[in-house]
């Protein structure tokens, strides 16, 4: 008897642990803005980025507050300003240390598509920025 008593009383609280961690994470998934965290680029102009530096990925941070824009672009760290009203945002002063790089094609296809930008939209944990027409880049929030 004891034995079944002490079985319910794991199997209730294993539950009872697993049900608040799934809630606290979909509450988490509804509440992300820019300023969640780093986002992480993961698709760019329709090619998934795989050639990156796991230390090191390519990202971007959001300062909503003052409306300035800090990340990393592959080889150079970028920062710059942004202008966002409701779904609308417009990235501005985008600038960028200059250390020579061996492959800065992705960095220079990042930070063009960024000056492009015309619309965002937020979904789940991924950001995706969108000019006139097109879907340009998708990022995913850093989590851990």
Known sequence: MRFILYKATLTTIFLLLFSCSVNNKKSYIN????????WILINLNSQEVIKQNADRPIYLEFNVTD??????????????????KGSAIAFSQIGSTKMICPDANIETDFISGLQQITRYQIDGEKLLLYNRTNLLLTLRLLTD
């Open 31 to 38: 509440n992300v803005t820019l300023e969640s965290g780093k």
């Open 67 to 84: 409306q300035k824009l800090t990340g990393f672009a592959g080889c150079n760290r970028l920062f710059g300003a942004f202008n966002s």
